[in-house]
């Protein structure tokens, strides 16, 4: 009997070890995936592609403008592959440039199509855009491309501004050098813009590397943030407006007096300006003349009856005369 009640004593320990408690989970939720880390979503990918978009639309017009030739640059979509497929992507020889993210302190790379860079140079120099057999850029050409890079930075900075990511050009490094920059495995985001010229036709690709992928949460949020409407901002305007102080005069129209009048001011004395007694007044606000003015009493001050010459006395009040104490 006692080993019986030994056992069903054990059983129910069992039991309550297995049964759950009130208020606990029924199992743990894994909290954070490690094999996706550094991954892009889609949501983000979309962000990158509008950034991207206005990229390709604002060098279209300053770099073709710059060239003095019919260019078009249009974006392809962002992709995410590791260094080492992106590398294997490239042709050889290639021309290739470091880049280095602030404030992050990363590099990242440009490449363009040597058939792109060489037609730009060709321009630059007076030809006709057109391209030679691919090799190895010389320094002169380097140095050339590198004033069409500086460009291309700035409309990149300007279309990432909302990331608060900063490129800056580097120099241009040879493709053997380029394989040693970061692990072949490491996760980057490629992106791709087509060039067409006259001709030709090429890309500029982007790789960055994973550290920046991080940033892109704040690209994503700032594309999803909602505008604040028209009628918001004007009220709000409108409302400090209201508040503000403005240095208002009254001046009348440039008369001359003669010197003797003038050496015999004294206090008291009315000095006859020749003017006559209706002549109106101007009335500055600001430093600038918004109409003519009567000068008139208001109770114990001095005020300025507008008069209807003034397009924004007729716009607010209909042409009526209004009083404005000065």
Not at 268 to 275: A, C, N, P, Q, T
Request: overall charge negative.
């Amino acid at each position: 009997m006692e080993t019986i009640l030994e056992q069903n004593a054990i059983d129910s320990l069992f039991t309550l070890r297995q049964t759950p408690r009130e208020g606990d989970a029924a199992s743990p939720a894994p909290v954070y995936n490690f094999g996706r880390a550094g991954h892009i979503g889609s949501e983000q990918m979309r962000s990158i592609t509008t950034v991207n978009e206005q990229f390709a639309r604002n060098l279209t017009h300053t770099l073709g403008a710059w060239l003095r030739t019919q260019l078009q640059v249009a974006a392809a979509a962002g992709e995410q592959m590791s260094f080492g497929d992106f590398l294997s992507c490239l042709p050889d020889p290639s021309y290739v440039c470091l880049l280095r993210l602030e404030p992050l302190g990363g590099v990242g790379l440009l490449e363009m199509s040597l058939s792109v860079a060489m037609t730009m140079v060709d321009l630059l120099l007076g030809g006709r855009g057109t391209t030679a057999a691919a090799r190895e850029v010389t320094d002169i050409e380097d140095a050339i491309l590198n004033a069409v890079l500086q460009m291309v930075m700035r409309e990149l900075n300007l279309a990432w501004e909302s990331v608060g990511l900063q490129f800056e050009l580097e120099k241009h490094e040879p493709q053997a050098r380029v394989a040693r920059l970061m692990p072949g495995s490491e996760q980057t985001l490629c992106v791709s813009l087509d060039v067409q010229m006259p001709g030709v036709q090429g890309l500029i690709n982007l790789c960055l590397p994973a550290v920046v992928l991080n940033t892109l949460r704040r690209l994503s949020a700032v594309a999803e943030e909602p505008r604040k409407r028209a009628s918001v901002s004007s009220a709000r305007v409108e409302k400090l407006m209201a508040e503000a102080s403005f240095p208002v005069i009254a001046r009348l129209p440039l008369t001359r007096i003669d010197s003797r009048e003038l050496q015999s001011l004294e206090v008291g004395k009315v000095l006859d300006l020749g003017l006559p007694k209706n002549t109106l007044s101007e009335l500055l606000i600001g430093g600038v003349r918004v109409c003519s003015a009567l000068p008139v009493g208001k109770g114990d001050r001095v005020g300025a009856l507008l008069q209807d010459d003034a397009s924004w006395v007729a716009q607010t009040a209909e042409g009526e005369d209004r009083e404005v104490a000065a």
